[in-house]
């Protein structure tokens, strides 16, 4: 499959989850069954990001730039808690994802900026170019703005098992107890 073909299916599925997960949390009888959901979904989420940052860098040969390393650090991390917390159905390490995906979520933010408006950063080289927009799926996603997408879904899906996990009166332990 070509870069931009991989590209648009990532964001298809991002822009799905997206309106699924919206509309699932806005009507009461399936806003459970999301809550539910939202771990695996949440797992799912990071682990196609990783592997298609991976396709992009390692199989189609894309440099990660700075901002994207950085994204990656937040990313990575979630592709591996995530299925873990799953498996061992351990829901707390949504807290986790929640801190990650907002950390990755801004420097997506940045990186965003730095491509609409590259005049304004010094944070590209001449060789490695944040500004680089190698692909746009649909003409308008570009991998900063898929990356954001996909830490704002994380995000969104952790925030729900939170206050989900918070009106139930299920706190996490302390270090203390």
């Known amino acids: 499959m070509s870069p931009e073909t991989v590209a648009a299916l990532f964001a ?30 949440a797992a799912a989420v990071a682990i196609a990001a990783t592997a298609g940052s991976l396709y992009f860098s390692e199989h189609v040969g894309f440099v990660p730039c700075k901002l994207c390393w950085y994204q ?29 995906a907002g950390i990755g979520l801004a420097i997506s933010a940045y990186h965003i900026q730095v491509q609409w408006f590259p005049e304004r950063s010094n944070s590209c080289s ?7 927009k190698w692909v746009e799926a649909f003409g308008v996603f570009t991998i900063p703005q898929m ?6 879904l994380i995000g969104l899906l952790s925030v729900a098992v939170i206050v989900d996990q918070s009106r139930r009166g299920k706190q996490p332990p302390t270090a203390l107890s």
Do not use: H, N
């Open 72 to 100: 990656r650090i937040a990313m990575y991390p979630m592709a591996i808690i995530l299925p873990l917390a799953v498996l061992l159905r351990d829901r707390l390490v949504m807290r986790y994802a929640l801190a990650l």
């Open 12 to 41: 298809t599925c991002l822009l799905a989850g997206f309106a699924g997960a919206i509309a699932a949390y806005a009507a009461p009888a399936t806003r459970s069954r999301l809550i539910a959901a939202a771990p695996p979904i």
């Open 147 to 152: 990356a954001a997408m996909a830490f704002t």
């Open 126 to 132: 001449f060789d490695d170019p944040c500004s680089a």
